[in-house]
């Protein structure tokens, strides 16, 4: 029985569907997806949606005074009312199983005024934590990265539908002044540093390889208090490090391999190729994409670590990725939808005849990777003459 492909009409209301998503969002430059999954709403990100942001100190009775304005029309001076106005004890982040409890935050007043913001649509003031006013500057300029533009003030839940909001060039000036205080003294400055360096893209944390001691990232990847953040830092060693650290990182992904422990093996991979350069890519092709003994998992760690790379386009040849890509499809066949949606962005047609086979041979069951490879031959230019040949064949 003669097997077609679907008719280049089916799902075209979908398609439209979601091409009008990503045109809703165009113009961004995309979060680097091992730090930031789209599901955790930063600091940094409650800054840009806020309509007003101060710095208030506590009065008697509940009320408080506005010492510094971050963002918004207020004056010093002003006295916000808000019942039930209280510092969070320790911040919630938002994971896949929803809101659990997170590392716990300095928040107890003292002499340190509340960072306090507003929006339009809650028209209720909430607090984030303490900060040392000396902040206030830089956290005002923090604020003014989010020049406008033609990209909207982002509301919820627009903040976890896309991981980024920002250009190229306002994530440009945002980077310079997050590498300033990473690890902050403070607390809160520190975990809005951290919040912003993680959602950054790729290719705009390379940008502060000339301002972080890479010493430091490594007594920082050295403390356990930090394991949250062990992601954003072990990229960031790839960025600023050297031969050393790729053999440390080396020995890392061995021992990780040996005990199969996935917990930062995206990260490592990722800086490892950062360190080490396109002779790594085949390795990591054959270690973990084609060996069948590797775990979905470990396969998993090793496509993000190349899609990072592939979107940054600058140390690896986005057509070496594409390449690995194709040889993942080649060896395992029903997973080929993994990448298909990111070739087509690439624009990355090369695989369409990879695709057109696979259709095919009915080889995806899965429902959502099989409409990731429809989408992508739906977009191809070369699907209907590689459709033509696979049919005479």
Known sequence: METTLPNRRASVGVLIGL?????????????????????????????????????????????????????????????????????????????????????????????????????????????MGTMNADHAAWLRQLAQTKHGGSLPRPTWPQMSLTASYLTEAEWRDR???????????????????????????????????????AEKVRAWLADPRLASRHPAYTLLLGITGGAGDALDLERQIDAAMQKRDNVNLSAMLAADLELRGNARVGWLETTFL?????????????????????????????????????????????????VAMELADWEAWEATPDYVAIIRANAVKDPGERFAILSYLQRSPRTTADAAVTQQQ
């Open 175 to 213: 980077i310079a002044l997050v590498a300033s205080q990473l690890e902050s003294n403070d607390p809160l400055v520190a975990e809005i540093a951290y919040g912003e360096l993680a959602r950054a893209p790729y290719a705009t944390m390379r940008l502060i390889r000339s301002e972080i001691d």
């Open 290 to 338: 084609t060996d069948r003994q590797r775990s979905l998992q470990e396969v998993q760690a090793a496509l993000l670590a190349l899609s990072v790379h592939g979107g940054a386009a600058d140390t690896l040849p986005r057509t070496r990725i594409v390449e690995a890509y194709r040889a993942f499809i080649a060896a395992r066949p029903k997973m080929a939808g993994f």
């Open 19 to 127: 091409a009008m998503l990503t045109a809703a969002f165009s113009g961004e430059a995309q979060a680097c997806a091992i730090c930031f999954s789209g599901l955790t709403v930063t600091p940094g990100q409650k800054l840009d949606a806020a309509d007003q942001v101060v710095l208030a100190a506590p009065l008697p009775g509940g009320q408080f005074r506005v010492v510094e304005v971050i963002k918004g029309g207020d004056t010093v001076g002003d006295v916000i009312t808000e019942p039930g106005l209280a510092v969070p004890l320790a911040k919630a982040v938002m994971s896949v199983d929803g809101l659990t409890a997170g590392d716990e935050i300095a928040a107890t007043p003292d002499e340190n005024p509340l960072l306090v913001l507003r929006d339009r649509v809650s028209e209720k003031w909430t607090a």
